[in-house]
């Protein structure tokens, strides 16, 4: 799942480096991988692997991310789930 890309340039995902405490939560909960910390400070390595879960969200105690969750690869995965079919995202990763 690590080199799955989401579709290019639509994820919702931002981030306001001047809230960041360097915490590296983002980094730790991310499935994709999408941050890393870089002097101290979250950077985003590739936003097109977000897959919009919210996990780094839910975990940033400084609010300085913003995803609309439930979109993209997540929802397809969670809807794949709970209609027992395969996700529909498109990006390859899978429900099963």
Do not use: W
Not at 22 to 34: E, K, L, Q, S
Not at 47 to 71: H, L, P, Q, T, Y
Not at 75 to 87: H, P, R, W
Request: proline share 1%; hydrophobic share 35%.
């Amino acid at each position: 799942m690590d080199n799955q890309l989401y579709i290019k340039d639509v994820v919702t995902l931002t981030y306001d480096e001047t809230k960041c405490t360097g915490c590296g939560m983002c980094a730790i909960v991310c499935p994709h991988r999408v941050f890393k910390l870089v002097n101290n400070k979250a950077s985003i390595v590739n936003r097109d692997k977000c897959m919009e879960c919210g996990a780094c969200v839910i975990n940033c105690s400084e609010n300085a991310i913003f995803v609309k969750k439930g979109v993209g690869c997540a929802a397809a995965v969670i809807n794949g789930l709970l209609n027992n079919t395969e996700a529909s995202c498109g990006c390859g990763c899978s429900s099963n």
